[in-house]
């Protein structure tokens, strides 16, 4: 590529012949109004970060002019900002960018007609004429040539009006003066950045929130500020990466958030199907790296439950009406629940209502809410209790056990419960309506609530008797609601009749671009997989199994089926499978986050892991391996499980791969994959490693490895400290002995916030490493364990503590029989 200079010399030269206008010339940053920008040259930010010119996106024929990273190494240009989104240039070579004698910055088609112009302007005055100038954040700016880059100087900004992309520094929000409102508008498609279906905006009225919304229609809302995160988006977290705020005061109402690390580039992005997404680039793999993406499951769907509805992610259903409140059209309640519930007892306004309070919930939607910032939960809950038409009251901010008022006044649409990060919200409830309320013997995680209703005649009925746990599962929902951008239609649920569709070998010939070497994913212990596009567009990931398994087509194809049976978010989802000629193949949900150890044993990504999402990890596969162990109709032992058999989808939720893949294999394993029985050292039980008995134990040990592994982000293999022989797991055991555990920790992982988790989670970790299989937990106890905040037993001395004393060379492949020798209980799944 040409450096920028040799550009400008050469543009100068031709201008200087060709033309009487002079083309970008000394400052390589700025626009001047003697010149101008055609196809071809650029103008660079200062520190290099962004370029501005003429660019075509994907395989459109169109022109337009935008702004990109110059930072990152990748051929492809992430475009952050385009100036004619709607106006695009048929013609590159006819385009002319310039600032006009009058202050504006307008874009020239062939016949010289403006197709885009800035439309803000200020005269050029004699001595400070207007330039526009591309900052290294990525704001084009006008400006006075000698005024300083500060905003009051700013006669337009590219910042106020912003594409489908949210920079560091951006203001999301409105402008209470101007009126203006900044927002997010998604492209058409990757080769149109013509504005899209989706936009996300902040309503200010009431309390001020924001809408994703898909052409009109109301899609998500992300629930008012708390005073720490949106009320709706409970995974937005104090992290390494970039510190946000939320800023709301007279003159402007905005979300704003910087990098922390000038040298990481990350940026917020609404895409094409609606979902706004946090991506940092990873320059070893040249490649963004999607760390959070809003949620999509129904509960996320605006008022999917109705008014006074109550979504659950994970309850079946997921509606329910709040307490005292029925269907309002009980028919309808279990296949339609958009119409919500209404109250049971008429409200008796100043004759005796009062509040009941729900804890860990997204509060209503603010549309028609008033606050106070300054008064406090009592002087809130009078507020709301003289007025009749007043709803429910909460804090309007979270921070040190709440303060300010937030009062509803209309019906109250959009709850739903979190595991995590939930608010308190106060109900008013009719004075007929008698609660009793009971501590649970677990403690404050959970709180029965019976509801006894009296009827007006007197006669008293015990109309229900409900009980529901408000802290559910921690398991975080997977978008399973919004189907829509699924291209490939795959029944979930435990439907008996699962069809598990019959790939033809010429689609995943063609998907995989006949298995190119490019889509290679990676190589299994049965076999290489790769990536692949069905003609729909959906990402697969294919898994040629290795030609030597010895069952016939039927039997295979039933064990296929049987696994496919298997469904659990922590565990990756089976496609279809192909049976044809000598190829076995399975085809998989494609996981674009690869695996877990490509991000924990990485230097510069594990630092997109902080705690929560670890312990989010952590959990997720304990229930995975907690489902293949005891929930599933097949009791499956896994006996590989390890970073790099844990994959992560775009929310970096993580599925348990190749479970399963030994009982597709049968009894009968061949030499070519006895290394795949073995297992993978560093994660295998001592009785497993030297006697080949295996047992839920086994995977027990190996998940515990993992737990200390996420923790660490060290391996347990390989693990070196100068002061010691100890593996990783001696090491730790040796350091929670002395009362050092948190020396453990990672760096991203420490904060102080969390300590008290983090140290329970290597606790438990130690207690499923312990050398004797009995004395491990099972995985139901350490889901339990790792949820709960109960006394833990002392951990016993780990596996391997005397440690190398087994010799490095048996894990090497030449070894590999000896221990098959051993594996004569090979086929460890029982049906059930
Ligand atoms: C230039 O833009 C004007 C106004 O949009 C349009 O009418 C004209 O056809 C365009 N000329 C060319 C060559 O595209
Ligand atoms: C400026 O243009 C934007 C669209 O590019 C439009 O939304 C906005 O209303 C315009 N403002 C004025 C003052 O014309
Ligand atoms: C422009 O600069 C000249 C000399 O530098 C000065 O005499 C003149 O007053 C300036 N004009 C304005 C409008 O500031
Ligand atoms: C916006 O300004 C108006 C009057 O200028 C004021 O009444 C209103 O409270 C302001 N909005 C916010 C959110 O501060
Ligand atoms: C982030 O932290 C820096 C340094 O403490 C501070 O100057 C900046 O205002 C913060 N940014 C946001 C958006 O909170
Ligand atoms: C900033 O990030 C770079 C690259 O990831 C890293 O080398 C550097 O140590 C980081 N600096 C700080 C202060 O964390
Ligand atoms: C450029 O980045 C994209 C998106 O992250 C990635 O898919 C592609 O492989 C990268 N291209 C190169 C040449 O690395
Ligand atoms: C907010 O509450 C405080 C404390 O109760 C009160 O003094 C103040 O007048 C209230 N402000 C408004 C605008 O109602």
Redesign the pocket.
Known sequence: MKTLMDDAMIHLLLSSFLCSILVVSSSVDTISTAQSIRDGDTIVSAGGSFELGFFSPGNSKNWYVGIWYKKISNESKTVVWVANREAPLTNPSAGVLKVTQDGFLVLLNHTEDIIWFSNMSSRSSENNSVVAKLLDSGNLVLKGSNDQDVPENYIWQSFDYPSDTFLPGMKFGVD??TGLARYLWSWTSNDDPAPGDYTYRMD?NGY?QYFLRKEDVKQFRSGPWNGIRFSGMPTIYSNPIYNFSFV????E?YFTYDLLNSSVVSRMVLNQIGVLQRMTWIEGSNSWVVHFTTEMTNCDMYAFCGPYGLCTVGNTPECNCLQGFEPKFPKDWGTDWSNGCVRRAALGCNNGDWFLKYSGVKVPDTHNSRYNVSMTIKECEAMCLKDCSCMAYANSDVNAGGSGCLLWFDELVDIREFTENGQDLYVRMAASELVIRQADHNGKKTTKIIVVSIVSTGTVMLVLGITFYMWKKKQKPKREGLKRHQGYHHKETTNEDLELPLFDLDTIVCATNNFAINNKLGEGGFGPVYKGTLEEGQEIAVKLLSKKSRQGDDEFKNEVICIAKLQHRNLVKLLGYCIQEEERILIYEYMPNNTLDSFIFDESRKMLLDWPKRFHIINGIARGLLYLHQDSRLRIIHRDLKGSNILLDSEMNPKISDFGLARVFGGNETEANTKRVVGTYGYMSPEYAIDGLFSVKSDVFSFGVLVLEIVSGKRNRGFCDPNHHLNLLGHAWRLYNEGRATELMDPPVQNSIHLQQVLRTIHVGLLCVQQCPEDRPNMSSAVLMLGGEGALAQPKQPGFFTERNLPEAKSSQSEDETFSANMVTITVLEAR
């Open positions: 209470n003066v200010p001020p709301m005061n007279q003159r109402t």
